[in-house]
Structures are given as structure tokens and as C-alpha cells.
């Protein structure tokens, strides 16, 4: 067959692909193939393939890749318990994708961060609050995790019936949360329990539901197989049980990881041999080009090689990249989507609704304008770099906490300004200015909190000053000590403070909660957070944001970092008080729980459970409330977690008025592992509470309060 007709069929629409690919790939030299097989793959003149690099990001916004509009980080967008906003932030962010994708093609440009396949969400479970990269994830829960990775997913890949928008890549699949010191060798153990009510629910989740293309295999190995080449994760789960059909890309290293570090393998050849055996057909790095090797030494067949590569070459053609671009719909988003104003107020509006209020004594906020000056101090007050987290694009321009103060009041009142202190810098040769300004104001705004440089990833530059790198992990959870230091000695000159966190992960500020008037956790809030946290603070947003994770008091509460038993970790199984529980945020208005009604009382196994609730607005302002529900087993046969969110939503109601909430939960979503490893639904009676929040350890069935409501109900 010549290399015109090979054109001719794989650059004809009308073939069906699968055709086309077995195609193109069948004239591929064992060489060719292999070249194909690493992230940044060369082109193939002779065929007409144009070198692709399948290398992109997307965290919150398409990163590394110039302008773009930045979203608050993942964490941020997780807090706002807002599924349909996911889906549309994760829709805005492949319009901009595809648009910039495209521009780079008619310019010539084919290099790294300017493709079609996203190595975004993470959906790993923030066990952890000390890891560093839990910024980046939806948080500790799987039943969030799930919804919100589902949505993110199906919005960067779309809904043409023939191509996709984007490939999304789940990551980092599948026991993967630290610590980033030891993940090129460490070995993450998790019983069968834990795995399959924690670690792979999301995963599956977004390949059952959402029909994500790529998955990202992680750096450690799990139960003793490197997670790149595990034939358990990757055929028994992942392909056998699942049905997966796309492709699987490699953490990057990671490859290279399975006989540098983990040492199960003898040789780079081995070691490539190995993991695309096991399923994992793309390698981020250039261990894949020991394959001819490894063919040579029969560790591997060419057979074997080209099922990768025909899975990797179905990618690019569902993505439309050998088609005519007048036939692929996505070919002509235009580029001044990138970075437009129904952008940036998008950015906006999932700022807001990630901000989560976490105390308001004697209704301090909203702020009055009633304020004559105000003091606006902290690290993170006036830095433009600490909105963005990590894996980020350039914004066009940002809003920091003191200019949205600013754009909002400073015609209204006098806002001074003093950073004080530096995130985690020891120097307190700012103190003096912040203290005399704090003195001289009738309130204080403290914008404090965490940073890249106190927690990301392993070696991470991005976010970090003067060329350093972010110290990973957290070995403490508590707030940074010149910080506290520094807001001590203000409370005793002013004790009008707020404190106001920009942060990825929880942070433990035992002595604001026992001393501040308010508290509000604005995480890493994107290019227009300034503009958000402002409007928060002064009343022109009613916050709504909920923690997806746990705020713990103290480190001495959390089991070992590097045990990866789900025992005493996270609400789900934990057994102390939290600082603020998972699920937790205030309102400037009330809600009322009123009429639950479980219209199915008893159900079997397969049932539904069908419930209703009125949730009245009887404060004064409008607001969003997110309705939580959460299952208890009374006398479980098996461990299982105290309680689990098994539904939600988020309503917005006007005062006065009055929402009906309706769910339908499966019973499947009740599902417990046995001792022997198997999925059990158990019979008896369970307690269901809804409300604007998780209940606490000491309240039962038998209490009603005005924001939440129990009921009980049957499996038979």
C-alpha cells in the first residue's frame, strides 16, 4: 500500500476510525512505533503524522501556556460544593484550550503545553492535610471527589457525539497523597476495605460516568506493584472491571522510578517492558525508547508495542487532529475567548463561591462602611503570585486583597496598608509598621495563611520567590509562628481583627478561633480573588462555601503521615473534635430545616432512597445554603465509617422564601466491604441527617435543630 493511499484512508472522515488507525499504525516501522510512545512524540514525515507532545495542564485553568484565565485552585473549587459551576469552569477552561491549541497550529508551533490532552483532575483523596499537592485535589471525601471530578471531566471533554474537546486524565491513579519526599520510592499500603471505599471510588467514578480517555498512573507503588505497571490497577480494575478503553500515561519519571528506585526491575529495558505489558502506553520521560531493546531480549513483543500505540493514535483522531479543521466543530473557537470577560467574571464568581466563613461573633461581617480606616496587613495582602497556587497560567492581569478593598471602599474610607511579615520568613522588621498602623485604625484585615513555598509538589519552583522551591509537605499544620506572632501582639492594640486565610490546605488556628472575631478561608482564589474576598467581607456576597476537608486542632491528632489506613483519618473515621469539621461554613442569613420526608421507608437492596426536604430562608439577606446528607449504619457488622455524604446541593433562596430539596440515593451508595473483600449492601437501619452541615458525634436521631434534621430508614 503506498503512502498515498495510507493518507488518503486516514485523512478520510467518512472511514470510521478504528480503521483509520489500524491503518496508519500498520505502516509504522518497530522504530516509528516507539517513537510514539514517549510524551513528546516526533513526527513521521513519510506518513504525514505531525510530532505531537502530549504533555498539557489545566489544574484551574489552562497552565504554562501563556494568558489565561486562572480559577481559583482545585481545592478552592471543590469548597464551593457547586457541581454545575464545575462544569461550566471546566467547559471555559477547553474553550480557551482549543482556541489557543489551534492559534499555536496555524503558527507553526507544536512544543510543550500546546495540545489537546490534559493531565487534569486530580482526584487523589487528601488523607492528609501535611501533603503538599492535597492544593490540588477536591479534597478528603470520595462521594465529593466524585461529583466534582465527574463534572471537571466531562466539561474539558465535552459532548460531540464524534470528538472530543479535550482528553481529560485522572490522576495520580491510585494510592497516591504523599509524602512528595519518598513518592519515587515509597510503597503505599491499603487493604481492600480502604481501596475500595476510599482510593477508588473517584477513579472509577470518572470512567464509568464520565468516560475520561487517559489516566494517569502514580510514582509509588501500591501493595508492592508500581502503580505504572501494576497488572492489578491497570488490567484487573482499570480495563477488566471497569470496561476503561482509552490510554494510559505514565506520572512523569515514573518509568524510570520502577528500576532506579523502587528496584523491581533490572534495567531501563525492563523496567519499559514491564509497564507497557501491565497497560501503561504513554511514558512522560524517554524510558519507552529502551523498548527496541527490550523487544531484542524478548521481554516484550512488537505486538504488544503497537496495541499502545494503536490506543494512543485513537486519541488523536477522536480529538479531530487528522480531520479537515472545517469538519471538527471545536477547530473554531476563536482565540479572543482566551482571557475575555465573561472569563474573568466566571474567575469571579467561583471565587465567591469558594470562600468559606468560618466564625462571625456578634455578626461583625458584613463589614459597616460605618469604618472610618481600615487596616489592611499580612503576607498575602498585596501579593499577586500567592492567589495563583500551583500548575497555573499567567493571568492578564489580578486583583489582590488589598486592590479589591481598595476598588470597592477607598472612595468611602481611608485603607492603610503594611505587610508586617513574610509567610514563613523569621524577620520581624515589619512589625513595627503593621502594629502602628493596626494602632491608628479602627479595624484590622490580616491576610495571612499559607503559600507555595510552605506546600506543593516535590521540587515545585512555580509560586516560590527569589528562584527557590516549595518545601513539599507540611511537617506542622499550624499557622506559620511569626504570623500568630504578629496577629498576638495586634489584638493587643485592636481586637477588631480579621483574619483572612489564603490557603491550600487546613490550617490550624486554634488561637483565632478562640480569640478573632471573624474568620473567613479564601484558599488560593485565581485572578480575581482581591475582587471576591472584598466583596465578601463588605456584604456584597452572601459566602456559601463549605470545607471539603477537615480542620484538625493539632499534628497529634493524625495517625503517621506514611500509613495509609483510613483509621482515625478524616470525618469519615475520625474520632476527635475538629477545629472545623468537613462540610462546615457560616452564612450572614439562617436556614431552616423543616418536613424531611422519605418517601421510601424500607427499600431492597437495588432501591432507591427517595427523600424531600423545605429549607426556609428566615434571616434577612439572600444566600446559597449547600444541603448536605449524610448515612450512618446503625450497628454495622463490618467497619464502616461513622458517617458518609451521600448526597448534596447547592440552592440559592431569597428571605422569606422557602426550596424544596429533593435526592434519590441509590443504595448501592451504602455499600460496605466485607472481611473477605467483597461489596455488601447491609440490612438494617440506617439514620440520614440533612442539613446545612455534618452533624456532630453527640447528636442523634432524636435531636432536631433549625438547621438540620434526622430521620431513619430500612434495607431489606
Known amino acids: 500500500m503506498s503512502n498515498t493511499s495510507i493518507t488518503e484512508i486516514y485523512q478520510n472522515p467518512a472511514i470510521p476510525v478504528e480503521e483509520k488507525v489500524k491503518a496508519l499504525v500498520s505502516q509504522m516501522t518497530l522504530d516509528e512505533k516507539i517513537s510514539q510512545l514517549n510524551h513528546s512524540a516526533p513526527s513521521i514525515e513519510r506518513l504525514g503524522v505531525p510530532a505531537y507532545n502530549w504533555w498539557n495542564e489545566c489544574l484551574h485553568g489552562v497552565g504554562r501556556a501563556g494568558i489565561a484565565t486562572v480559577f481559583p485552585q482545585a481545592i478552592g473549587l471543590a469548597a464551593s460544593w457547586n457541581v454545575q459551576l464545575m462544569n461550566k469552569v471546566a467547559s471555559t477552561i477547553a474553550d480557551e484550550a482549543r482556541a489557543k491549541h489551534h492559534d499555536a497550529i496555524r503558527n507553526g508551533m507544536r512544543d ?10 486530580n482526584i487523589n483523596i487528601f488523607r492528609d492535610p501535611r501533603w503538599g499537592r492535597g492544593q490540588e485535589t477536591y479534597g478528603e471525601d470520595p462521594y465529593l471527589t466524585s461529583r466534582m471530578g465527574v463534572e471537571f471531566v466531562k466539561g474539558l471533554q465535552g459532548d460531540h457525539p464524534h470528538y472530543f474537546k479535550l482528553i481529560a486524565t485522572p490522576k495520580h491513579y491510585a494510592v497516591h497523597s504523599g509524602p512528595e519526599a519518598e513518592r519515587h520510592s515509597f510503597n503505599a499500603t491499603a487493604d481492600e476495605r480502604d481501596m475500595r471505599m476510599t482510593y477508588l471510588p473517584a477513579f472509577e467514578a470518572t470512567i464509568r460516568e464520565a468516560r475520561a480517555f487517559s489516566i494517569m498512573g502514580a510514582y509509588n507503588r501500591t501493595n508492592g506493584e508500581a502503580c505504572c505497571a501494576s497488572p492489578t490497577l491497570l488490567e484487573k480494575i482499570l480495563r477488566n472491571e471497569w470496561g476503561f478503553e482509552g490510554y494510559v500515561v505514565s506520572d512523569c519519571g515514573a518509568i524510570a522510578d520502577i528500576y532506579e528506585h523502587h528496584k523491581i526491575a533490572s534495567s531501563p529495558a525492563e523496567a519499559a517492558a514491564m509497564a507497557v505489558k501491565a497497560g501503561c502506553d504513554l511514558c512522560c520521560g524517554n524510558t519507552y525508547t529502551h523498548l527496541k531493546e527490550a523487544v531484542e531480549k524478548g521481554y516484550i513483543t512488537e505486538e504488544q508495542i503497537t496495541l499502545s500505540v494503536i490506543r494512543l493514535f485513537t486519541a488523536r483522531f477522536l480529538l479531530g487532529m487528522f480531520d479537515p479543521e ?45 469604618f472610618k480606616k481600615i487596616a489592611v496587613i499580612g503576607p498575602n495582602a498585596n501579593d499577586p503570585v500567592v492567589l495563583l497556587g500551583n500548575y497555573h497560567g499567567t493571568p492578564s492581569k489580578s486583583v489582590t486583597p488589598l486592590q479589591g478593598i481598595v476598588n470597592l471602599v477607598g472612595n468611602e474610607m481611608e485603607v492603610g496598608y503594611a505587610k508586617g511579615c513574610g509567610v514563613v520568613n523569621l524577620s520581624r522588621a515589619g512589625f513595627p509598621e503593621a502594629l502602628h498602623l493596626a494602632e491608628t485604625s479602627d479595624l484590622v484585615i490580616f491576610f495571612g495563611g499559607l503559600s507555595q513555598a510552605v506546600e506543593g509538589e516535590e521540587g515545585q519552583r512555580e509560586g516560590v520567590e527569589g528562584g527557590g522551591h516549595s518545601k513539599g509537605d507540611r511537617d506542622d499544620i499550624i499557622l506559620p509562628g511569626v504570623q500568630e506572632d504578629l496577629i498576638k501582639q495586634i489584638y493587643e ?39 471576591a474576598i472584598a466583596e465578601v467581607l463588605f456584604g456584597k456576597y452572601n459566602p456559601a462555601g463549605r470545607l471539603p476537608i477537615t480542620f484538625y486542632r ?17 470525618y469519615r473515621y475520625f474520632s476527635g473534635t475538629p477545629l472545623y469539621p468537613f462540610g462546615f461554613g457560616l452564612s450572614y442569613t439562617r436556614f431552616q430545616y423543616q418536613n424531611l420526608q422519605i418517601t421510601t421507608p424500607t427499600i431492597s437492596k437495588n432501591g432507591n432512597i427517595e427523600l424531600r426536604v423545605s429549607i426556609k430562608n428566615i434571616g434577612k439577606m439572600a444566600g446559597d445554603e449547600v444541603v448536605q446528607v449524610y448515612s450512618s449504619k446503625i450497628s454495622p457488622s463490618f467497619p464502616a465509617p461513622v458517617r458518609q455524604l451521600v448526597g448534596f446541593k447547592r440552592i440559592s433562596i431569597k428571605p422569606g422564601e422557602t426550596a424544596l430539596a429533593t435526592f434519590s440515593i441509590p443504595g448501592s451508595q451504602l455499600s460496605v466491604i466485607d472481611d473477605k473483600g467483597n461489596k ?3 440490612s438494617g437501619t440506617y439514620v440520614l441527617s440533612v442539613g446545612g452541615r455534618q452533624p456532630e458525634l453527640t447528636e442523634t436521631h432524636d435531636n432536631h435543630k433549625e438547621d438540620i434534621i434526622f430521620a431513619t430508614f430500612d434495607i431489606r
Open 680 to 682: 455488601t449492601i447491609e
Open 326 to 370: 472545517e469538519i471538527v466543530p471545536y477547530a473554531h473557537i476563536p482565540i479572543s475567548v482566551n482571557d475575555s470577560e465573561p472569563h474573568r467574571e466566571l474567575a469571579t464568581q467561583a471565587a465567591r463561591e469558594s470562600i468559606v466563613l468560618l466564625k462571625n461573633n456578634q455578626d461583625i461581617l458584613p463589614l459597616s462602611k460605618s
Open 554 to 570: 493539632t499534628v497529634d491528632d493524625l495517625p503517621p503521615f506514611d500509613d495509609y489506613s483510613m483509621k482515625n483519618r478524616t
Open 112 to 121: 510543550w503545553y500546546r495540545g489537546l490532552t490534559f493531565w487534569t483532575p
Open 493 to 531: 492594640l485592636n481586637k477588631k481583627i480579621i483574619l483572612v486565610l489564603l490557603n491550600g490546605s487546613a490550617v490550624a488556628i486554634n488561637w483565632a478561633q478562640d480569640n478573632l472575631p471573624a474568620i473567613l478561608c479564601a484558599w488560593y482564589p485565581g485572578e480575581e480573588g482581591g475582587t
